[in-house]
Each structure stands twice: as C-alpha cells, then as structure tokens.
C-alpha cells in the first residue's frame, strides 16, 4: 500500500476528479501527512538520514503527496494524481530495501554476493510475474490491480533481505530493522484482511478498517524508531565502523 491510498476514502472515478473529500478523508490525510513529516524530522534530528537516504526520499514523497491533496483537492484528487503518486512510492520502497541491502552487506564479501543473487533473482521473479499477470492499465481498477500486483513482489525483497541477514546472523541497525519489518507486516496486514474480505463479504468492514489504519500505525511506529536515542551497540567500534559506518559509536 503506498501513502496517497491510505488516505483515500470515498473510492475513485476512473479518469475523474473527485473533490468532495470526506471529513475522515481529510483526518486520515493530515495524520499520515503530520506522521511522515515527524518521522522524517527525526530522521534529520538525529542523524539518521544517512542509514538510508531513499527512506527520507520516500517520508518526504510521501508528506507531500499529502499536502498536494489536502492543499488542492480539486487539482490533485484524480486518479492519475493518485495512481502516479503509487508508482513514485513503490518505486522509492524498491529503493529502500535495495540501499539497505547494499549498506549491511558491502562489507562482507560472502555475504553479499549471496545478497546479490538473492535480490537478482527476486528482481527477476517480480518482473516475469509482472509480465505474465499485469493487466494493462486504462483505467482505475486495473491500475490498482497492477499496483498490487507490485507491491507483493516488492514484499519479496524486503523478506529476502531479513531472511538472509538471519541466515548469516549479521548485525542489523535498529533503523533497518524497524524499516524492514514495517514494510513487510504492512503489506502481509493487508494482503490478509483483502483475502478475508474476499472469501467472506462480513469481513467488508473489518478490511476497511484494517486497510485504513496499517499505513498511519506504521508511520507511528517509524515516528518512534526516528526519534529514539541510538541503542549502545555491542559491537567494538572499529567493527562498528566497519559495519555501520553511518552511526557514532556509543
């Protein structure tokens, strides 16, 4: 799910405008727009915006994509707007799992060249998939469908990754961690409620919900892991160097 559909809660008119913004509409906009900018204020604050700077790029994406709707709905609540604002985010979230990739590890030289062939062949997963399966895009639905279809391979990478640092037992900075299993619960949150939805229509209401509220909870979360003070880590500081080059060690 990418930030501008958490927000969206009257539907979409194919090709159309839709400014009659609901009143939950524009609450759930504000506190994911307020969420990113205090997660990305943190990042800045405590100079953790160097641990992965595509996951600045992607809070900053994703606050403005906010503000442009809140701003001016007439001009921006479109799906075009929408659906483009969807291929900036999943493509800035492959950004974030693939720097993250690279900075833990670079410095191991086993270990990353498993890592590459890992996300090699993850990468080439997700594009035969989406070349097999997409459906073409000309409409609203159909542009949802395909950015779903997306989002489930790019899941994948995130997954790859952590299970491979867990194989390898590699130090992993709280940040990346924190990143890493948000985009992946996130996604698996909502993969799940939509197969209830569509297995039994009583869970209707329950996938709205959960829909709704996945995105703005993971924000508060990265909120928290932004702002917090760096954990002492138990590494020697020439190996922190080494490994994590981005953090002070403590």
């Known amino acids: 799910m990418s930030s501008a559909r958490a927000g969206r809660v009257d539907g979409r008119r194919a090709g159309g405008r839709h400014s009659d913004v609901s009143d939950y509409g524009v609450f759930l906009l ?79 030289p086993n270990g990353n060249r498993h890592m590459r062939l890992t996300l090699t062949l993850v990468l080439a997963a997700i594009a035969l998939g989406l070349g097999l399966w997409a459906t073409p895009v ?15 391979g790019i899941t994948f990478l995130f997954v790859a990754i952590l299970l491979v640092t867990r194989n390898y037992g590699v ?27 569509a297995f039994d229509p009583a869970f209707a209401g329950g996938r ?20 917090r003070r760096d954990v002492p880590s138990r590494l020697s500081p020439l190996t922190l160097r080494r490994l994590q080059p981005w953090r002070t060690p403590a």
Do not use: N
């Open 138 to 152: 000309t409409d609203a639905f159909q542009g949802t469908l395909t950015m779903q279809q997306a989002s489930y």
């Open 208 to 227: 709205y919900f959960v829909v709704k509220s996945a995105y703005p909870l993971l924000l508060l979360a990265w909120c928290v892991s932004a702002w």
């Open 30 to 108: 504000l506190l994911c727009q307020a969420l990113a900018v205090c997660a990305l204020g943190g990042l800045l604050a405590r100079g953790r915006w160097r641990a992965c700077r595509s996951f600045g790029a992607y809070l900053a994406s994703a606050a403005l994509g906010h503000g442009l709707l809140l701003a001016w709905p007439q001009t921006f609540w479109t799906w075009p707007f929408m659906f483009w604002t969807d291929v900036v985010q999943l493509a800035l979230s492959a950004a974030v799992a693939l720097e993250i990739a690279f900075k833990i590890f670079r410095p191991l």
């Open 171 to 197: 130090p992993v900075d709280p940040l990346h961690r924190d990143i890493l299993v948000g985009f992946t619960l996130l996604r698996a949150v909502v993969a799940y409620a939509e197969a209830l939805s």
